[in-house]
């Protein structure tokens, strides 16, 4: 039942944002209102998801081969010394908040609407995932830099991602792409990736049977071990569906404005 309310209530700011909201003054106080509701229901959860024991037992001092990042180690290590766990879960949560206020902000009024959306749509990662949460709250930082050209903030800040989680690291193959004429490639490959997957050829397959010919270590293991059989699943995914119309009707829109309101857009190449 009380997943129902927070759920009802994300809903309900999304739409006033969208509808009703015109102050800035009042749309901070919602935001504090939504920010603290997350921070008490998501942050302070408790044997959610999958990963619970093990961010606990990890907090606690045990060792696991699938927790091999660096600095996501370093930062439970120090923090079991002076928190309990579950307010520094808590705070990894505002840690996320802030970030996403810091960067909606930026671009839209409506950041209400965008926080609600993603806390909606990623409910399932927010609520069981701590080192991904770090890394993806550091690489929101790391795309204002990107925007700003930056690039040697943006690869620092990418690198320390990368110590709190692996995955981080496919954020480097947005550089190729910050030049506009590339995407068109990025397009077509998308297209040859999703024929593919439908003719149930996945070329991924023997990207993995190569990086396990490498000597073993920890990102090895862990490679391996995602790419079981138990966590594979079909790429037409109702979330990459969702993503991949996301992004063509993003493209869309840009084309469109570029080419009715081209004062407003930057288009140097």
């Known amino acids: 039942m009380i997943y129902y309310l927070f759920i009802s209530f994300v809903f309900l700011v999304i739409l006033a944002d969208i509808f009703f909201v015109t102050d ?9 209102i939504l920010f603290t509701i997350i921070v008490v229901f998501v942050g302070l959860r408790y044997q959610t998801g999958l990963d619970w024991s093990f961010y606990i037992n990890l907090y606690k001092g045990s060792s696991s081969s699938l927790a091999i990042e660096p600095g996501y180690y370093l930062l439970s290590y120090v923090s079991s010394f002076f ?3 579950w307010f520094y879960q808590g705070l990894i949560t505002a840690f996320l908040l802030i970030c996403l206020h810091r960067y909606f902000k930026e671009y839209t009024k409506n950041y209400l609407f965008c926080i609600g959306i993603f806390f909606l749509y990623q409910f399932i990662f927010v609520s069981e995932a701590l080192r991904q949460i770090i890394a993806l709250s550091i690489i929101l930082i790391a795309y204002k830099k990107l925007y700003q050209k930056n690039i040697f903030q943006f690869c620092a800040l990418s690198i320390l991602a ?3 989680h692996v995955s981080a690291i496919i954020v480097f193959a ?12 990025l397009k077509m490959l998308t297209v040859v990736g999703v024929i593919l997957a439908v003719l149930n050829i996945y ?6 049977k190569l990086i396990s010919m490498l000597p073993a270590g920890g990102y090895i293991e862990k490679i391996k071990w995602y790419s ?3 966590y594979a699943g079909t790429v037409l995914t109702f979330s990459l569906t969702f993503k991949l119309i996301a992004v063509f009707l993003f493209d869309y829109r840009f084309n469109y404005i570029k080419s009715n309101e081209p004062i407003f857009i930057n288009t140097k190449k």
Not at 24 to 32: D, H, L, M, S, V
Not at 203 to 208: D, S
Request: glycine share 2%; proline share 6%.
């Open 83 to 85: 928190i309990g766990y």
């Open 162 to 164: 990368i110590l709190f």
């Open 174 to 185: 947005i550089i190729p792409f910050s030049n506009h004429r590339n995407v068109n490639i």
């Open 24 to 32: 800035a003054k009042i749309r901070a106080f919602f935001y504090t």
């Open 228 to 230: 079981q059989d138990d």
């Open 203 to 208: 070329p991924i397959e023997y990207i993995i």
